[in-house]
């Protein structure tokens, strides 16, 4: 449970620094998860944050100047991905209403909401692994329709994904 709580911690304080730096867009919602406390148990000064991991994937990505990249969307999907205390916290469990029961956490059974964002950041990886792959094969005369026909088709299903339905 702190590990994760701790990878959360550390998150935010990497937001913090990427919004002071002006590489990270600042408003009022990223400011208050920044200050929100990663867990109403747990003090977040209790939690010891350690830079420690077995593939040192932050040392891999700064070595290949791609350290924004991992604050950004490596690290906070991987404290999901791994099902830490945040993401089971944010995603799988509600308070107690029963004053009693001292507000413990028990599973709620709704499914999280889709984060439309996602397959625009997927959508750009893709498109940045293609560009790589097809110069460097030399590829591009026979499969640019394709992709490009893909593009469309996705660009179209997130247009009518986000649209306000109407009545």
């Not at 009022?28 to 830079?51: F, H, M, N, Q, W």
């Not at 991991?53 to 604050?71: G, T």
């Amino acid at each position: 449970m702190k590990y994760g709580i701790g990878q959360e911690i550390l998150y935010k304080t990497q937001l913090q620094e990427l919004t002071d730096q002006g590489k990270v867009t600042d408003s009022p919602e990223l400011r208050d998860y920044i200050t929100s406390p990663s867990d109403d148990e747990i003090a977040d000064g209790l939690v010891s944050v350690k830079l420690k991991n077995f593939e040192d994937i932050r040392k891999l990505a700064e070595a290949c100047d791609l350290k924004d990249l991992y604050v950004l969307y490596y690290q906070p999907f991987s404290i999901d991905a791994h099902g830490h205390w945040p993401a089971l916290r944010k995603n799988y469990l509600i308070k107690c209403e029963e004053p009693l029961h001292r507000f413990h956490f028990r599973p709620t059974f709704r499914l999280p909401g889709l984060d439309f964002s996602l397959i625009e950041i997927a959508l750009e990886l893709f498109l940045q692994a293609y560009h790589l792959w097809a110069e460097h094969y030399k590829l591009r005369s026979e499969l640019e329709t394709v992709v490009e026909n893909f593009i469309a088709c996705v660009d179209a299903s997130f247009a009518k994904a986000t649209a306000p339905q109407q009545s």
